[in-house]
Nanobody
Framework: QVQLVESGGGMGQAGGPLGVSCAAS????????MAWYRQAPGKQRELVAN???????RYATSVKGRFTISRDNAKNTVWLQMSSLKPEDTAVYYC?????????WGQGTQVTVSS
C-alpha cells in the first residue's frame, strides 16, 4: 500500500503562479507513474498531467504550456507548478500513484483561482 500526502495549493490570482506537491510513502514500486488529477464542482475528475519513473510527461491540452510536472525519484515526490492561472483551473487537485497492479490516491488539495 502506498500513502500520498499532498501539500500546497490554496488561493491564487488569475495570471499568477501556484504549486502543489505530493510525497509518496510505503511500498513504492520502481516502475510507476505519478499524476495530478483535478475535479471541479459538478464535473468529472480529469487528468492534468502525469510523469513516469523515467521522466516522460503528458499534459492535458488545457494546461499545456502553463503547468509543469516534475518528480524526484529518490524522495518519491512529485510537484505540479502552475503558472498563468485561469479561474477555470479552480478545482480539487488529487495526486495519483499507479503501477501495473495498483493505484493510490491522495486526499486532495483545493486550488482556487480568483479573477
Amino acid at each position: 500500500q502506498v500513502q500520498l500526502v499532498e501539500s500546497g495549493g490554496g488561493m491564487g490570482q488569475a495570471g499568477g503562479p501556484l504549486g502543489v506537491s505530493c510525497a509518496a510513502s510505503g511500498n513504492i514500486f520502481l516502475i510507476n507513474v505519478m499524476a495530478w488529477y483535478r475535479q471541479a464542482p459538478g464535473k468529472q475528475r480529469e487528468l492534468v498531467a502525469n510523469i513516469d519513473n523515467n521522466g516522460f510527461t503528458r499534459y492535458a491540452t488545457s494546461v499545456k504550456g502553463r503547468f509543469t510536472i516534475s518528480r524526484d525519484n529518490a524522495k518519491n515526490t512529485v510537484w505540479l507548478q502552475m503558472s498563468s492561472l485561469k479561474p477555470e483551473d479552480t478545482a480539487v487537485y488529487y495526486c495519483n500513484y499507479a503501477t501495473p497492479n495498483s493505484e493510490s490516491w491522495g486526499q486532495g488539495t483545493q486550488v482556487t483561482v480568483s479573477s
